[in-house]
């Protein structure tokens, strides 16, 4: 089993910057990607930014050039730096573990953090 939990949320000012956090913990484990996504009220959830093992990133249009998505592989570890943050970008902001091989099992497996709430408000 895998815990994925996320840290860094708040409220923040329009044009403010956020550091999000979430680690993923366990025994004996690896992970293919890892992953941001955000829910607003009323909306589905959504890609924010992702980070390959490898280091290959991936981001959402509505976030591109404001966000930055990094790792700390050693630690299972995956920042996401939120620059210029507006009002719209108001969402709970949910971690993900993407392609997880847990040790003696053959299957891939996903897993999610609790959400970590973020509100841009003046």
């Known amino acids: 089993q895998v815990q994925v939990v996320e840290s860094g949320g708040g409220l923040v000012q329009p044009g403010g910057s956020l550091r999000l956090s979430c680690t993923a913990s366990?025994?004996?484990?690896?992970?293919?990607?890892m992953g941001w996504y955000r829910q607003a009220p009323g909306k589905q959830r959504e890609l924010v930014a992702t980070?390959?093992?490898?280091?290959?990133?991936n981001y959402s249009d509505s976030m591109k050039g404001r966000v930055t998505i990094s790792r700390d592989g050693a630690k299972n570890t995956v920042f996401l730096q939120m620059n210029s943050l507006k009002p719209e970008d108001t969402a709970v902001y949910y971690c993900?573990?993407?392609?997880?091989?847990?040790?003696?099992?053959?299957?891939?497996?996903?897993?999610w953090g609790q959400g970590t709430q973020v509100t841009v408000s003046s």
């Open positions: 366990g025994a004996d484990f690896r992970i293919g990607a």
């Open positions: 993900n573990a993407d392609r997880v091989m847990i040790m003696g099992s053959k299957d891939l497996y996903d897993y």
């Open positions: 980070i390959t093992a490898s280091g290959i990133t």
